[in-house]
T-cell receptor, first 111, second 114 residues
Framework: GAGVSQSPRYKVAKRGQDVALRCDPISGHVSLFWYQQALGQGPEFLTYFQNEAQLDKSGLPSDRFFAERPEGSVSTLKIQRTQQEDSAVYLC?????????FGPGTRLTVT | DQQVKQNSPSLSVQEGRISILNCDYTNSMFDYFLWYKKYPAEGPTFLISISSIKDKNEDGRFTVFLNKSAKHLSLHIVPSQPGDSAVYFCAASASTGANSKLTFGKGITLSVRP
């Protein structure tokens, strides 16, 4: 929605594998957010970028999670040494004033 | 601790009737509230929002009411339509500069019966 695409849409990873999830917003969005949505829960904040600067990473659950947005547009969320509890939908959103518009998400399943 | 609570996991209403979805929050720093609608395999879609300086905001069939003293908000959908069947999330943010990260409730599954 609102010009945010995410890829892949689905990812199955073996435990211990590294994964990279991509968020590609239409140009012009300064604010970009990542959220994690576990089954049966609401989305939970992971990290926030203002252009290329990562201003808040307080929601990242461990140091296995890393996010970047080097040119202030496309963002990548990387998870190293995936574990079963990382299985969730990962949502990217762009901000406009106080509202946020979400992409379709990447469903990650760790087996 | 859950700062945004949607205590009813599901709601079923007849087509044409009113749907009332409730949400409570505990953090008094929250000053902007949003409702999102989510279909399976899609991201949440923004529906309607309200600032804490208001107590009501209306957009077509959707109205959000905010009771700050009770830390409670509700979404009214009138008349309800079968296409409204989805999961509805309440979300809140605090005005902390540019980082308006959202805190979500667990969602309510609305079913509108034809």
């Amino acid at each position: 929605g609102a010009g945010v695409s995410q890829s892949p849409r689905y990812k199955v990873a073996k435990r211990g594998q590294d994964v990279a999830l991509r968020c590609d917003p239409i140009s012009g969005h300064v604010s970009l957010f990542w959220y994690q949505q576990a089954l049966g829960q609401g989305p939970e904040f992971l990290t926030y970028f203002q252009n290329e600067a990562q201003l808040d990473k307080s929601g990242l659950p461990s140091d296995r999670f890393f996010a970047e947005r080097p040119e202030g547009s496309v963002s990548t969320l990387k998870i190293q040494r995936t574990q079963q509890e990382d299985s969730a939908v990962y949502l990217c959103a762009v901000g406009s004033n106080y509202e946020q518009y979400f992409g379709p998400g990447t469903r990650l399943t760790v087996t | 601790d859950q700062q945004v609570k949607q205590n009813s996991p599901s709601l079923s209403v007849q087509e044409g009737r009113i749907s009332i979805l409730n949400c409570d929050y505990t953090n008094s720093m929250f000053d902007y509230f949003l409702w999102y609608k989510k279909y399976p395999a899609e991201g949440p879609t923004f529906l309607i929002s309200i600032s804490s300086i208001k107590d009501k905001n209306e957009d077509g069939r959707f109205t959000v009411f905010l009771n700050k003293s009770a830390k409670h908000l509700s979404l009214h959908i009138v008349p309800s339509q079968p296409g409204d069947s989805a999961v509805y999330f309440c979300a809140a943010s605090a005005s902390t500069g540019a980082n308006s990260k959202l805190t979500f409730g667990k969602g309510i599954t609305l079913s509108v019966r034809p």
